[in-house]
């Protein structure tokens, strides 16, 4: 039995190629994974833009994709959740944001909700315990986060200091600005332009903190 992959530690990413979306080749997907469960940071496509993460445990993976970005620490890192079943361990859903958690996912969407204890207290605000929750759409997000067995940490890959907050949309974009702190990165085809569309949801009160990818016609009537 070969012995699971580690993660890079040198200067060039592994590059893990996709030529289809639709049922993602279950071996590229594990050669990924066996990176996150030893501490990597991957580059993948979503439904909105390419995104940076790891698995929720890995301490040393958030530092990289924290000086990655130079997102200050009140800045967090939603959770890639493959259903909403997995979700509800890690965010408090009222009926409210449950309802809308029904229409918006799987889609480019993130539903900001209140913290469980599931969710360690490095990753949320000291003040307001909060958590941003993903289920995305895209299948090859999607079968990290299923595959990974717990929640993948996760976060917009966009050049930091660009005034336009510029994304990254394929695996050349990503490794030209974030090669030396990625650990792999997965090449498919190109995303679309825009972030994720941020929603939160506190009690019955709903306030959209991004518009971004996904649509919100019809969600907030």
Do not use: W
């Amino acid at each position: 039995m070969n012995a699971p992959a580690r993660a890079s530690r040198s200067s060039t990413p592994v590059r893990i190629v996709f030529d289809q979306l639709e049922n993602p080749n279950p071996r590229k997907i594990q050669q990924a994974i066996d990176i996150l469960h030893n501490g990597g940071v991957a580059a993948y496509p979503t439904d909105s833009i390419y995104a940076l993460g790891c698995a929720i445990e890995s301490r040393d993976a958030i530092e990289k994709i924290y000086r990655a970005k130079q997102m200050h620490k009140n800045q967090r890192l939603a959770l890639i959740c493959p259903d909403l079943s997995t979700a509800s361990h890690y965010g408090q859903f009222s009926n409210t944001a449950f309802r809308l958690a029904q229409k918006i996912f799987p889609g480019p969407y993130t539903l900001v909700v209140p913290a469980t204890h599931e969710v360690p207290r490095t990753l949320t605000h000291h003040k307001r315990r909060t958590v941003g929750i993903r289920i995305t759409s895209h299948p090859i997000a999607q079968a990290l986060a299923q595959g990974l067995g717990r929640p993948l940490l996760t976060t917009s890959a966009i050049v930091p200091g660009s005034e336009d907050h510029t994304p990254c949309r394929d695996a050349d974009e990503v490794l030209e600005t974030f090669g030396k702190f990625i650990d792999v990165v997965i090449d498919s085809e190109q995303t679309p332009a825009e972030p994720s569309t941020v929603i939160e949801v506190d009690q019955d009160t709903i306030t959209v903190l991004r518009e971004g990818q996904g649509s919100l016609d019809g969600l907030l009537d």
